[in-house]
């Protein structure tokens, strides 16, 4: 019998940003010291290479982590400042989710697939805005929440309090 080798020391190497703004490029939403940051308009204090009050940043940024830093069945290349997309943990009527909402370029058709795939292979409940069309991949109970005047009754972002996908339902343009 062959001895697996120990990986473990893959998956405790930690992530980080390492000059990546995308968090800041107003894919997301948020208000920064009265500042609002939204689809469109970036971090006012977002500056080549990263942020021009890190020491001095607000809880919320402090507290905001993309799934790519601490998932690492996401592959290197899902970094956000190469694939154009942020993912991020969710929670909706107690269902875990993934939003995927792009940055400022949009995603190729290798990272959608990607993450298409990964959605239905580990059976993940998965919200993603291509081209201004929200599509949904999950159980039934999960859609449902999402069918449910667009917008469901209870919506948490556990490690990412205070920042949300900009527009209407992650990322989708909001509807009149």
């Known amino acids: 019998m062959t001895k697996r080798p120990n990986l473990d020391f893959v998956f405790k190497i930690p992530r980080s940003c390492n000059g990546c703004t995308a968090c800041c490029s107003g894919a997301l939403s948020a208000n920064i010291h009265g ?6 308009t970036p971090c006012h204090f977002r500056q080549e290479g990263g942020c021009a009050i890190y020491e001095n940043r607000p809880q919320l940024c402090k507290d905001f982590r993309c799934t790519w830093l601490d998932n690492r069945a996401m592959p290197e290349w899902m970094w956000p400042k190469k694939s154009n997309v942020i993912v991020m943990y969710r929670r909706v009527d107690d269902l875990p989710y993934y939003s995927v ?14 993450l298409v795939q990964w959605a239905l292979r580990c059976k993940l409940n998965r919200v993603y805005c291509v081209e201004g069309t929200t599509e949904i991949i999950g ?31 992650d990322g989708a343009p909001a509807s009149n």
């Open 35 to 40: 500042l609002r940051m939204s689809r469109g």
């Open 101 to 114: 909402v792009e940055t400022e370029e949009k995603m190729s058709a290798q990272t959608l697939s990607w």
């Open 139 to 169: 159980s039934e109970e999960f859609k449902q929440a999402f069918a449910n005047k667009n917008r469901p009754k209870k919506e948490t972002n556990e490690s990412n309090t205070g920042v949300q996908p900009a527009g209407g339902v």
